[in-house]
C-alpha cells in the first residue's frame, strides 16, 4: 500500500477535534507535571542537603527508587495498582462545568512524582555549583536561611540550571505519550483510536511524530532565546558557566 | 594610652575559645577583646588561627568550646540552665546582623547591581524603604569614592572596585563593629591603595574594626592594638610602635623578620 498523500496533509492540517483536544491535553500534562515536579523536586533536593539524616536518606531513597524504575510501571502502579489495591482510587473532578477525569490526575501525578526525582538532582547541582563565599556574605548580612536562599543562591542556581530544565520539559512533552496506557486520550491514544478505524498506520504516525516534533522544536525556539537573552545580561552570568567563579577584573 | 575615642566598653570578647580543625587545633584558649571604637589588627603567619579568629566572631565558624560575646550577647549559642546549646539559625542570623563582614574575595552578588547589592539587606532586613535605602547606598557610594557605579554589575568593576563596594554593602547594615578577612590579599597591587583608604577613612571616623592583614605599614598607621597570633594562640598584643619596634616573643621577631623584608 502506497503513503497515501491525501489523507496525510488532511490528517496534518485539518485535524479532528479529537486530535485537536490530545494535542491540548499532551501540552496541559506536560506542563503541569513539570510545575508541580519542579516544585516537589526543589522539595527533595532541600530534603538531599538538608543537615538531617533521615531527611538526607529518604529523599536519597526516593530518587534511587524513582529513577531505578520504568516510567510506564510507576503509571501502572499509581492509576491501576492503587485502586486495584483499594488504596487510592482516582475519581472524575468537576470545577466550573470542566471535568478532569481521574486518569488524566493519575497521569499528572506520575508524571510530576517521576520529573520530581530527577529536577532534584538538577536543582542539587545547581545549588552546589553556586559559590560557597555567596552563602557567607548573606550570611555576614544576617539573612535567615530562607531569605538567603530566595534572594541569592536560587537565581545564581537557576541561570546555571535553565539548559538541564530545558531538556527536562523536552522529555517531558514526549513522555506524555506513556499516559495512553491508562487510558487518557492524549495525542498517542486518539491517534491509536483513529488507527483502528482507518488502519493508515503510516500516515498517521507520521502526523503525530510532526506533531511532536512541532512542539519540541517551538520549546527548543523558547530556549535558545531565553539563553540568548541571559548571555546578552549585563550580569556577565552565562547559563551554565559557574556563577561563582572569580568574576575576571576589567580596567575601569 | 588608648585614643580617647575608645570606650572602655568591650564590645567583642571572646574567652577561652577553642576550636579545632579534625585532628588540628586551630584555635587554643584565646582570649581576646575588642573595644568600642577601636581598631584590632590582627597578624601571624598562615595557619596561625587569626581567619578562624575572625570568623568566630560572627559565628561563620562554631567553636568547640568557650564563649564569644557581641555587645555582651553570647552569639551562636543560648545557655540553658548552665548548658550552652546552639541557637536556632534565624537567632544568628539577626546576631549578624550588628558585625559586617568584608572577605578576602569580595562575594558580592553578581546577580544584582551595585545598587541592589546594597540595599537587598537594609531593605530585606531592616525594613529600610526601598528609596530611602537607595538614598543610603549612594550616599556609601560616594563615600567609597565610587559615586557613578550605582547601575554597574559586579563582573564590570575591578578588584578594588569590588572590594570597596563590598565595604559599602557592610556599612549599609550599620554595624557596630567591622570585620576585615584580608581584604587587599586577592588585589592587584595597584588597587590595594584604594581600599586601605576607604579603610583608613572609616577608622578616622571611629567604627570599630578588627583587621586581619598582611599589610604591616597599614597596620602600623591605623591600629590602635596589634595582636599577634601563632599555632592557634595569641602571643603577643601591644600598641603597633611597640610590637613593630620591640616585639617580645621570638615567633613575633621571626614574623616581622619575613614579611617586613
Not at chain 2, 34 to 42: A, K, S
Request: with cysteine; glycine share 8%.
Amino acid at each position: 500500500m502506497a503513503f497515501d498523500w491525501t489523507y496525510f496533509w488532511a490528517q496534518l492540517f485539518t485535524p479532528s477535534t479529537a486530535f485537536l483536544d490530545g494535542l491540548f491535553l499532551t501540552v496541559f500534562m506536560a506542563v503541569a507535571a513539570q510545575i508541580l515536579g519542579s516544585v516537589l523536586g526543589l522539595v527533595i533536593a532541600l530534603g538531599k542537603m538538608a543537615r538531617s539524616r533521615v531527611l538526607r536518606g529518604l529523599a536519597g531513597v526516593y530518587i534511587w527508587i524513582v529513577r531505578g524504575t520504568p516510567l510506564l510501571v510507576q503509571i501502572v502502579f499509581i492509576y491501576t495498582g492503587l485502586a486495584a489495591a483499594n488504596i487510592l482510587r482516582f475519581n472524575d473532578i468537576t470545577l466550573s462545568g470542566i471535568t478532569f477525569p481521574g486518569s488524566v490526575q493519575a497521569g499528572i501525578l506520575a508524571l510530576a512524582l517521576n520529573e520530581a526525582a530527577y529536577m532534584a538532582e538538577i536543582f542539587r547541582s545547581g545549588i552546589g555549583s553556586v559559590d560557597s563565599g555567596q552563602f557567607e556574605a548573606a550570611k555576614a548580612l544576617g539573612m535567615p536561611p530562607a531569605t538567603m536562599f530566595r534572594h541569592i543562591v536560587m537565581p545564581q542556581a537557576l541561570r546555571i540550571i535553565l539548559l538541564p530544565i530545558g531538556n527536562q520539559f523536552n522529555i517531558m512533552l514526549k513522555n506524555t505519550t506513556l499516559v495512553s496506557v491508562i487510558g487518557v486520550s492524549e495525542m498517542l491514544l486518539v491517534t491509536e483510536t483513529i488507527n483502528s478505524a482507518t488502519f493508515r498506520t503510516f500516515e498517521l504516525y507520521s502526523v503525530l511524530a510532526l506533531y511532536f516534533l512541532a512542539l519540541t522544536s517551538l520549546w527548543h525556539l523558547f530556549m535558545a532565546w531565553a539563553e540568548h537573552r541571559l548571555a546578552r545580561s549585563k550580569t556577565g552570568l552565562v547559563p551554565g558557566q559557574d556563577a561563582g567563579a572569580t568574576p575576571k577584573e576589567v580596567a575601569a | 594610652m588608648k585614643p580617647p575615642r575608645i570606650s572602655d566598653e568591650r564590645l567583642i570578647e571572646l574567652t577561652g575559645v577553642a576550636k579545632w580543625f579534625g585532628p588540628n587545633k586551630v584555635l587554643d584558649d584565646v582570649d581576646f577583646h575588642v573595644r568600642r571604637g577601636e581598631v584590632v589588627v590582627l597578624i601571624g603567619p598562615s595557619g596561625s588561627g587569626k581567619t578562624t579568629l575572625l570568623r568566630c566572631i560572627n559565628h561563620l565558624e562554631t567553636v568547640q568550646a568557650g564563649q564569644v560575646r557581641v555587645r555582651d550577647e553570647l552569639i551562636g549559642y543560648r545557655m540553658r540552665g548552665s548548658k550552652l546549646v546552639a541557637d536556632r539559625e534565624r537567632n544568628i542570623a539577626v546576631q549578624r546582623r550588628e558585625v559586617g563582614m568584608v572577605f578576602q574575595r569580595f562575594n558580592l552578588f553578581p546577580h544584582l547591581t551595585v545598587l541592589e547589592n546594597i540595599t537587598i539587606a537594609p531593605t530585606l532586613l531592616r525594613g529600610v524603604p526601598k528609596a530611602r535605602a537607595e538614598e543610603d547606598a549612594r550616599a556609601l557610594l560616594a563615600r567609597v569614592g565610587l559615586p557613578d557605579k550605582a547601575l554597574s554589575y559586579p563582573v564590570h568593576l575591578s578588584g578594588g572596585q569590588q572590594q570597596r563596594v563590598a565595604i559599602a554593602r557592610a556599612l549599609a547594615m550599620q554595624p557596630a563593629a567591622m570585620l576585615f578577612d584580608e581584604p587587599t590579599s586577592a588585589l592587584d597591587p595597584e588597587m590595594v591603595g584604594e581600599v586601605l583608604g576607604v579603610m583608613r577613612d572609616l577608622a578616622a571616623s571611629g567604627m570599630t574594626m578588627v583587621i586581619v592583614t598582611h599589610e604591616m605599614g597599614f597596620a602600623r598607621q591605623v591600629a590602635d592594638r596589634v595582636v599577634v597570633m601563632a599555632q592557634g594562640r595569641v602571643i603577643e598584643e601591644g600598641a603597633p610602635e611597640q610590637v613593630f619596634s620591640a616585639p617580645r616573643d621570638p615567633k613575633t621577631r621571626a614574623l616581622l623578620a619575613a614579611v617586613l623584608h
